[in-house]
């Protein structure tokens, strides 16, 4: 997976994804956009404001899991900053209210 990341001019965080043709045929493609879309639906609620993301899918992510792609993107996102300061850490069940018992 590779991640760009910007400040945002407007101070408004946006996520973007690509997946190329290389990485397979569309169903495969829409795949890989379907499980980048998912990780970051679950973090988005704890990213801090101002900063545009591009994500994009390598091949070798193509045949991941939803859960690994989200555990990359926590990890690389909390790596670099952009979670802000109340974000419990990477949990797969884990709301904006809270971890699930």
């Given at each position: 997976m590779?991640?760009?990341f910007l400040e945002a001019p407007d101070g408004r965080t946006r996520v973007g994804f690509a997946v190329?043709?290389?990485?397979?045929?569309?169903?495969?493609r829409n795949r890989g956009r379907r499980i980048l879309k998912?990780?970051?639906r679950r973090l988005l609620p704890w990213m801090?404001?101002?900063?545009?993301?591009?994500?994009?899918?390598?091949?070798?992510?193509?045949?991941?899991?939803?859960?690994?792609?989200y555990y990359d993107l926590a990890?690389?996102?909390?790596?670099?900053?952009?979670m802000a300061g109340g974000w419990p850490g990477p949990d797969w069940d884990c709301?904006?209210?809270?971890?699930k018992e």
């Open positions: 590779r991640l760009l190329g043709k290389r990485q397979g045929k569309s169903h495969e998912e990780g970051f801090k404001a101002g900063v545009w993301v591009v994500a994009s899918l390598r091949t070798g992510g193509m045949n991941a899991g939803a859960r690994e792609v990890r690389a996102l909390g790596n670099r900053g952009i709301t904006e209210e809270g971890r």
